[in-house]
C-alpha cells in the first residue's frame, strides 16, 4: 500500500498538530465521553460504565445549577454594564488629551497585566473585614465604627467579586472602543455641531453608532470571561458563604475535585458551554446588526 506523498508546508505543521491533538483533542473526548459515564476520581472503574444521558438530565433538573447559572448571569449584566460605562468613560477621556495621551494609553491598561489569581488575591485583602484596606479606610473617615463584613455576607461578597472584576477588565472596554474614537471620520461630528446639535445629541445620534460595533466585540471577549469566571471568585471566597457566590465554573470545579463526580462535573462543563456559545452568538448578532447600521447611515 503506497501512502500519499505529504507536501513540504504539511510536513511542517504535522508535529503542531500531533501536540494539539495530544494536549486538547484527545482530553476534550475523553471529557466528553467520561460525561456519559458515572466517572468518580475514587472509582476508577466507574469510567466503563455508560449510562446515556443521565448525568445531562441530572444537571438540567438540578436546582444547584441554575441557581449559579443565574448568579453568573447576574454578575454577567452588572459587570458588562459598569466595564462598558466605565471604558467608555475612560476612552473619551483619554481622546480628549492634549499631553501624554501614549502615558495615559499605557496605565489604562496597566489592570490587565495582572493574573486573575493575584486580582483575587489582592482584592481579599482590601475587602478583609479586619485588616483590609477598605474597612480602614472607612473606619478612619468615620462613615462606619464596625467593620464590614465584605466577604461573608453573601450579598456584600458578590458585590466585592463584581468590583474585582470591573476593576481588571475595564480597559478591554476601553482599549476597545478607544480605537474606534481614533478610526472615527470627524467630518460627521463637525456637520453635527455646524447643525447646533447639543454634545449629547452629537454623541448620541453620530458618535455611539459607530461606537456600537467596538462595545459589542468588547462584549462578547468579555462575556465568555465572565461566563467561565473561576480565579477571582476561587480566591475571594471559594463560592462561600453558604455557596451564596456560587458561579457556574465554581460549581464545576466543587462537584468535580471535592465531590470527586468528574462525570457528573464534565457534563455540567458542556452545558456551560453550550450556554456561553448561545451568549456569544447574541452577541455577534448585535455586532453585525450595528456595522449594517453604520453602513447605511456612514
Known sequence: MKFPKLSAPTLLLLPAIIVLAAVIVLPLLFSLYSSFTPFRLTKPESIWIFIGFRNYVSVLTNLEFWTAFGRTLLLLTIALNAEMFLGLGLAMLVNKATRGQRILRTLMMFPMMFSPVLVGFQ????????????N???QSLGLTTNAIPWLID?????FSIIVAEVWSSTAVFAILILAGLLAM??????AARVDG???????RYVTWPYLMPFAFIAMTIRSLDVARAYDIVKIMTDGGPAKRTELLWTLVGRTAYSDARMGLANAMAYISILLSILFTVYFFRKLAAARQQIGAEW
Open 136 to 138: 480602614n479606610a472607612l
Open 123 to 134: 482584592f481579599k485583602f482590601l475587602f478583609n473585614d479586619n485588616i483590609g484596606f477598605v
Open 185 to 190: 471620520p470627524q467630518e460627521p461630528v463637525e
Open 154 to 158: 453573601g450579598n456584600l461578597a458578590l
Open 197 to 203: 446639535c447639543t454634545p449629547w445629541q452629537t454623541f
